[in-house]
């Protein structure tokens, strides 16, 4: 038998998670799996694994609303994609117009992913021609080099003296992958 399960989250431990569960137990669910102070930028939520691990084909998930599912619009679109190949259904108990447990409701959460997909695909698209424009200019994207020549010349009587890339950037006061990729220029 198909079971309403409940997904509450909030990101940091300040805030209440109260209201949300509060709200699913009204709208029906018999389990609620709950991730207190966890950022919806984590894929790997200790209770949305738990509750992944439990439904079952024809469950449903409900939510309050979807941003508490994902916290950017492509982990978004893997989290729906995810969770209708698992044969579950998602409600939101804030935004009526997603509920695939309905026709309607599947055909409006298709036309909203193919949008969010979209405008996922034209923002990469922009950066790529965007690089491209200025790498044709004879600009490189990217923050500028903290290796100067004198450091990069200081680095380099280091090596020669063969202290470790760790042990020079300490000495310059960067990372010893930054001084590993200025040597290999």
Excluded at 1 to 27: C, F, H, K, P, W
Aim: with cysteine; glycine share 8%.
């Amino acid at each position: 038998m198909a079971e309403d399960l409940g997904y509450a989250r909030d990101s940091t431990r300040e805030q209440t998670i109260d209201a949300q569960v509060s709200e699913l137990r009204a709208a029906g669910c018999t389990r609620i799996f709950v991730d207190h102070g966890v950022s919806s930028r984590i894929a790997d939520r200790e209770d949305w694994g738990r509750l992944l691990d439990y439904a079952r084909p024809g469950d449903t998930i409900k939510v309050r609303r979807l941003d508490r599912l994902a916290g950017t619009e492509r982990m978004m679109i893997e989290t729906l994609r995810d969770l209708d190949a698992r044969g579950l259904n998602i409600v939101s108990l804030t935004e009526p117009l997603i509920d695939t447990t309905t026709p309607m409701g599947k055909a409006l959460f298709g036309i909203v992913a193919v949008f969010a997909q979209l405008r996922v695909d034209t923002i990469r698209e922009n950066t790529v021609l965007g690089l491209e424009h200025a790498r044709r200019q004879g600009r490189i994207g990217g923050r500028p080099t903290v290796m100067t020549p004198e450091r990069i010349a200081a680095a380099k009587l280091m090596r020669d003296d063969h202290q470790s890339y760790e042990v020079i950037g300490r000495v310059l006061g960067v990372g010893a992958t930054t001084v590993r990729r200025a040597l290999a220029l």
